[in-house]
């Protein structure tokens, strides 16, 4: 069977991959524009990276952005393990199928669905809208990718190593902490850092549950480009783009260590 690529699926794959990465590398490359048109090359200068980090509302959301994204990051981290082990070592128990049904629905649902369900059901409870509604919003946004990754991970785990902790007299929450965790851990940390990044990389949803004082970067990024694109802003999104990119690498890397070292225990 030949498997050679033809012409046109090289054109195709091309052409794919530069539509969706060369306006990004576009955007990275006149973040160092000299000039302060967007859209002309004045030469190479760094000095909108320095007019940055001296723009205090810019860096403000970024604070902001990175404590949110740390807190829900943490948080998805928690309870999507939990959810992992309560799907993989429970087996059939009542409420399964509605159980997984809503930790993987904001997988698979509409932001601008699940940001509005949320705004409403903050309102609907009286909680002002902010730090902590945002936080929580990217919560639930990211659980269920954390869920996913675990969750792989714990399928093929050796469950043998946990009976032979138990048989020499480790209790189960010994054995959990001694044995199970050591060994999803590179699961675990991969679910943290896809969830740090998709919630630093979220607009929509976060844009439904902000509130005074609780302006994102993404959000502040999109506000100021509807008024008109300005050098910092690149620079601001290179730096962002940077983080999620280094974010998602070591989350792949992790998981397909974890991997690798699963299927050589196997053999």
């Not at 973040?31 to 509302?57: H, I």
């Not at 809208?129 to 093929?156: D, N």
């Amino acid at each position: 069977m030949n498997r050679r690529l033809s012409l046109f699926n090289v054109t195709s794959l091309v052409l794919g991959f530069a539509f969706l990465y060369l306006p990004i590398l576009l955007l990275v490359v006149f973040s160092f524009n000299a000039s302060r048109l967007v859209t002309v090359w004045g030469g190479f200068s760094t000095q909108w990276y320095v007019a940055l980090f001296r723009n205090e509302p810019l860096m403000e959301a970024a604070w902001v952005t990175l404590r949110i994204a740390f807190l829900s990051a943490i948080l998805a981290t928690v309870l999507g393990t939990l959810a992992a082990l309560a799907l993989t070592r429970y087996g059939r128990f009542p409420g399964r199928t509605l159980f997984t049904g809503m930790v993987y629905a904001p997988m698979v649902m509409p932001e601008v669905i699940t940001g509005l369900s949320l705004l409403l059901f903050f309102v609907a409870i009286g909680l002002d809208r902010g730090f902590w509604t945002i936080t929580l919003a990217h919560t639930t946004l990211t659980m269920c990718f954390v869920t996913v990754v675990v969750q792989a991970r714990l399928m093929t785990f050796d469950r043998s190593l946990e009976e032979a902790a138990m048989d020499l007299g480790a209790p189960p929450l010994r054995t959990f902490f001694s044995v199970t965790l050591p060994l999803i851990a590179p699961s675990i940390v991969a679910g943290f850092l896809l969830a740090f990044t998709l919630s630093m990389d979220d607009l929509v949803i976060a844009s439904f549950n902000a509130g005074p004082g609780a302006t994102t970067l993404p959000i502040k990024i999109y506000s100021q480009v509807r008024l008109g694109l300005s050098p910092e802003v690149n620079a601001a999104s290179a730096i962002l783009i940077g983080i999620v990119a280094v974010g998602v690498a070591t989350a792949t890397l992790l998981s397909k260590r974890s991997a690798l070292r699963t299927q050589r225990n196997a053999h």
